[in-house]
Structure formats: C-alpha cells, structure tokens
C-alpha cells in the first residue's frame, strides 16, 4: 500500500525536474509558443518602433479656414413606414483673405450634417477680388427670388450689410462695403445670391486702356474741317 501512494507523488516531481534542467531558449508557456512567444510579431518588441500602420505620421495640418453656421433647419421626408426626419445645415467656410464657400449637408444628427457642408463649401471655394479691402465696383445679381446689390465703400465705412450677407462678407476678407438685399428673405437663397454676385467681381490687375488724344490746338484749321465733312457723312449714312 505505501509503495502504491508514492508512485503519483513521483509523476508529480519529473515534469517539474524537467522544466528545470531545460534551456532557456526551449521554454514553454502555456499556449505553446518559445520564450520569444511574448515579443510578438516577429519576435521584435514593441519599444522603439515606428507607428502602426494608418496611424499619424507627424504633426497635424493646421487649417487656415474658419466656418460659420448659417442655418440649421429640420426637414422630414415621407416614406413607406412614415416620416423620416433629418437635419439640415448651410455652413460658410472662409479665410478673410479672398477666398470663400457655402456648403448645405443633410444628417440624422447636426454634427453629421455640419461636417458634410463643410466638406462640401472646402470643395467650393470661389476667389471673391479685393481692392483696398473693398470690391472693385458694384454689382448686382437675381438667383431665384433673391436679389442682392452690392456697391463699394470708402475705408472705415465698414461692412453694411445684414443676416447671412453679413456673415459671408466677413469671412471672405472684405471690410469696407454697401449691400442690399432686394428680393427673398429666405436664407439659402441669399446665401447662394452672394456667392454668384462675388463670382461676377472683375479684377483691377490689367491696365486701364489708352485714352483717345483730342486734337491738338496747333493743327490747322483745313484738316479740321476735312474731320467735321467726314463725320458729317457718317452721321447722314446712318440715318
């Protein structure tokens, strides 16, 4: 009987043995793997080491634009089941220095929407002229039932102008400017009104063109006379 109850306690002590005369190098853990089973991939460890892969690869880009909500509004579409309702929103994107976007998205939350017009006014941008921070010269536009005029003003005037109007002027980089708006008072149409006004802006670069010198008091008097028989001809053809 005592020799039969020292067997198990004998197969209990020569696995214990034999993990301790064995190598470092040929030890097991549980789940099977060598000792390099625990420095992951490759046997590499995690220190020192690049990011992973799609992680960041260096400082962020800062962005030089700035946003402004122009309008939020909830809209609801009618289905099979009922009504499907939804966020809408028109987001103005600019860097006050002559560039500017308008952007509508549609979400089922008011930052999905957000992001989705800002998307899309970044993809918009339209390049409004600047002259001694006013515009070049007045403009006026119809998109719709919305009407807008805009006319330049002299420095320190500021920016008279209202609503969304207002809004886009400012983040576009214009300081010193008269506008009206003349038609709807709906705001994605004044909004989009503004935008296709500013498209219309000219610019100032190109030189102004030569004037037509009048004659000179010096010249005699026939080929004077010769210039009015001429004319004179000229004005009897047309008529």
Known sequence: MNEEKKQ?????????AA????PEGEQKNESGRGSFGNR???GRRGKGFGPRRGGSHGPEKKDDYEQKILDIARVTRVMAGGKRMRFRA?????????KIGIGLGKGADVTLAVNK???R???ELVDVPIFKDTIPHDVYYKYCAAKIMFKPASAGRGVKAGGIVRSILELAG?????SKILGSGNKVANARCTIEALKRLKRVDQPAAAKVEAPKKDQPAEAAKEKQAEDGKKINKKK
């Open 8 to 16: 198990p306690i004998d197969s209990q002590k020569e696995p214990a």
């Open 19 to 22: 993990a301790v005369k064995a």
């Open 40 to 42: 992951g991939r490759g």
């Open 90 to 98: 028109c987001v103005a994107v600019g860097d006050r220095k002559g």
């Open 117 to 119: 017009a800002v998307n």
């Open 121 to 123: 006014a970044k993809k």
């Open 174 to 178: 214009v300081k010193n400017i008269t």
